[in-house]
């Protein structure tokens, strides 16, 4: 699908299908109906495929030839293992996680094929976005791949999930305050380019789950559909710009200077969400509301909670903006040195 938005910016969006229902029925039929090949390569975790792959496999195999490749975790020996398999199919389908998305979003961008979403979590904002977050020993990459061109989510099985993924999303969609705003200070300060369409279908999403908070915190069948659409809606808009601009501002880069440099195993959206406190008193918004609608859900919000030291939040605030010299924010802007940054978290209460 393709619209020319207000500032004359010709947005596409490879996304043909979604639905999003208490349970999936018919999968093999409707992935026939997509007309995607009929050989699949099902991508999908050790855990994960106990609990939806295996039953999804027996499913395909109806209508498919199907293989499935199992990874326990994203490493560059699986996405390179992957690629190569991945030749011989018409299309991926993932089942899983973050992770196990993000494999496949890889590798079918690389060998030229579709590939087919089946979230099991909704940890993440990147089930319909075409970026890819690529870790190395030194620092994370944002890498533009493609969209899904199906997703299928199945409240059944997200509903089983471990209430912290649920939590993390909720975290990843409510950074949006912060990098909403850095996006706004690019322009401002920059003459960036900044789609008032896309920026406002992120803030859309953002005040749909806010208004859905209570479902999202006891993890009502509502809740869990306004979160899910609310995460899709966001992949979207990182598609329609192609870039993760809308979506990852200074919060995103303190949580990956976080996922580099600090022992902490907490996920990607608590980190996210922790650093949208920090940032969002930075631009002068109200973090306190942001904190108490955090710890109104669940969400931890100081750094020990999370086992990440003063130490590492600190040179985090400070140094994070490295990540990405070619993305300002309001960490480029302020330039905060050591005793600014422990000031502010320590004003915000996150230490």
């Known amino acids: 699908m393709k619209f020319k938005c207000e500032c004359g910016r010709i947005h596409a969006n490879e996304l043909e299908f979604i639905e999003i229902s208490r349970k999936v029925d018919d999968l093999a039929r409707n992935l026939k109906e997509l007309k995607l090949g009929k050989k699949c390569l099902i991508v999908s975790g050790p855990k994960t495929y106990r609990i939806a792959a295996s039953k999804i496999e027996e499913e395909l195999e109806k209508e498919f030839k199907v293989k499935t490749f199992i990874a326990p975790k994203f490493t560059l020996e699986n996405l390179r293992n992957l690629i190569k398999i991945s030749k011989r199919f018409d299309f991926e389908l993932a089942v899983g996680g973050g992770s196990v998305i993000d494999l496949a979003k890889f590798s079918s961008f690389r060998n030229g094929k579709r590939f087919v979403a089946f979230p099991t979590t909704l940890s993440h904002d990147g089930i319909a976005s075409p970026i890819v977050s690529l870790r190395t020993n030194s620092t994370k990459l944002s890498v533009l791949t493609k969209q899904p061109v199906a997703i299928f989510v199945d409240l059944s099985i997200i509903s089983k999930a471990p209430r912290r993924l649920r939590l993390a999303g909720f975290g990843d969609i409510l950074a949006k305050y912060t990098s909403l705003a850095d996006w706004k200070l690019g322009k401002k300060e920059f003459n960036e380019y900044y789609c008032e ?26 809740g869990l559909k306004v979160e899910v659409e609310s995460l899709i809606n966001c992949g979207v808009a990182m ?113």
Do not use: Q
């Open 239 to 351: 598609a329609y710009v192609n870039s993760s601009r809308p979506c990852s501002g200074s919060e995103h880069l303190l949580a990956h200077y976080l996922d580099l440099y600090s022992r902490s195993n907490a996920l990607h959206g608590e980190k996210c969400a922790l650093a949208t406190i920090i940032m969002s008193k930075l631009h002068k918004l109200k973090w306190k509301k942001i904190r108490e609608v955090m710890e109104f859900v669940g969400l931890k919000t100081t750094a020990r909670a999370l086992r990440i030291s003063k130490e590492s939040l600190i040179n985090g605030i400070v140094k994070c903006k490295n990540l990405r010299i070619d993305r300002y924010t309001i960490l480029h802007k302020l330039n905060l040195n050591e005793e600014e940054a422990e000031k502010v978290a320590m004003e915000t209460h996150v230490i």
């Open 197 to 222: 369409y896309t920026a406002n279908l992120v803030k859309e999403s953002l005040k749909r789950v806010l208004k859905a908070k209570k479902d999202v915190r006891d993890g009502t069948e509502k």
